[in-house]
C-alpha cells in the first residue's frame, strides 16, 4: 500500500489502497506532479492554453 491518496475516476471515491474497495477500478493519483524548472511539456501547455483563449472569444 502507497501512502498517497488516490480517487477512483467511476465512484468518485477516495482511497490509500491500491485499487478501488467499492468496483476494483484502476485510481487516479490526484496529486499535481512536482515543479520543475526545466519543464518539458510547458510548450505543449502554452499551445492548449493559447488554442483554448482563440475558442474561448469566438
Known amino acids: ?3 498517497k491518496m488516490n480517487k477512483c ?3 468518485k471515491i477516495y482511497t490509500m ?7 476494483g477500478g484502476e485510481l487516479k493519483v490526484i496529486y499535481p506532479p512536482k515543479f520543475s524548472i526545466e519543464d518539458k511539456y510547458g510548450k505543449y501547455r502554452r499551445i492548449l492554453k493559447k ?3 482563440n475558442k474561448k472569444d469566438d
Open 51 to 53: 488554442e483554448a483563449m
Open 9 to 11: 475516476p467511476d465512484c
Open 1 to 3: 500500500m502507497n501512502m
Open 17 to 23: 489502497e491500491d485499487a478501488c474497495p467499492q468496483c
